[in-house]
């Protein structure tokens, strides 16, 4: 026995019986949702999850079993569901599971009767070792990853949509609620208590916030008086500094410089010394 898995996505286990094994996996994407309530079942674990949608579809265990990397691709290219989606509606389900069983059907026939897969499909054109495509219609392929696997794309009409999801779902249940409550008076009662309670405790932090903020307000005036005197008071005495030095400076007497020779005492020296030059040479 060989089991060869270069990739690494497999596992090889022993045991006495294969149904131990394989009623832990998801129900099949082919074989398990022909009916109508095997549909059903699988709608329920996709709608309004918080995981992407590629991601749950790649999940062996999860929601379906049986989709790999292209099969899931190929599914949400046909729906036009960004791969990372999230919270998706009922609707949207129903047309995963549903395109989901048709490409399974078509790629089981073609693979027994040996003909290639239907050239509108995306299996045809996404192989390009993440280099630049484009699709049938001409449009642009867009390479991501998503759930842990390369994913093609065609983001034209492949949009995350991020608003898609429980934020929506919880304003409408808030919104139901608020009118449940308007109906039931016993409830609009407690809610007018409530309300009126945490206003009075509004009022009162109000109140005491205005009087921290009115001491607060009285201490940094008396700072700024205090930094203004501050101030006042080294102007003046650099001005005294000032007006010192300017005393001590006219009452100093100049200082008169050393006598120096006058020019033609440096000329008559000089001459005297060419002609004693002159006798030596002579």
């Known amino acids: 026995m060989a089991f060869a898995d270069p990739r690494k996505f497999g596992s090889c286990h022993f045991g006495n019986s294969l149904e131990e094994y394989f009623d832990a996996l998801a129900p099949d994407g082919w074989m398990e949702t022909r009916t109508l309530q095997q549909r059903n079942l699988i709608e329920a674990k996709l709608a309004n999850q918080r995981l992407g949608i590629k991601a749950l579809l790649l999940d062996q265990k999860r929601a379906v079993s049986g989709v790999g990397n292209w099969i899931a691709d190929e599914v949400l290219y046909q ?31 073609c693979l027994a ?17 993440k280099r630049a495509g484009k699709d049938c219609q001409g449009r642009n392929l867009t390479f991501l990853t998503s759930g ?10 492949q949009k995350l ?28 009662d407690n809610a007018r208590a409530t309300r009126s309670t945490v206003k009075e405790e509004d009022d009162e932090e109000d109140s005491s916030t205005n009087q921290v903020q009115d001491g607060d307000a009285a201490a940094s005036k008396q700072r700024r008086r205090s930094v203004q005197v501050k101030k006042e008071q080294t102007s003046t005495t650099v001005k005294r500094q000032k007006q010192q030095s300017s005393t001590t400076t006219r009452s100093v007497a100049p200082v008169t410089p050393d006598v120096m020779p006058s020019a033609p005492a440096k000329r008559k020296s000089k001459r005297r010394g060419m002609r004693g030059t002159k006798q030596q040479r002579q």
Do not use: M
């Not at 609707?91 to 059907?105: D, G, K, P, Y």
């Not at 842990?148 to 009409?157: D, L």
């Not at 779902?169 to 608020?178: P, Q, V």
């Open 148 to 157: 842990g696997r390369t994913s093609a794309i065609v983001a034209s009409v």
């Open 113 to 129: 009767q040996d003909i290639p897969y239907p050239q509108t499909w995306l299996f045809g054109y996404r192989w390009t070792k």
């Open 161 to 188: 949509r991020k608003s898609q999801g429980k934020g929506k779902t919880g304003a409408k249940a808030e919104a139901a609620n608020n009118k449940k409550n308007r109906n039931d008076p016993k409830r609009t």
């Open 79 to 109: 729906c036009e569901i960004h791969p990372d989606q999230t919270h998706l509606t009922q609707e949207q389900a129903v047309t995963v599971i549903q395109t989901l069983h048709s490409i399974l059907e078509t790629a089981v026939e």
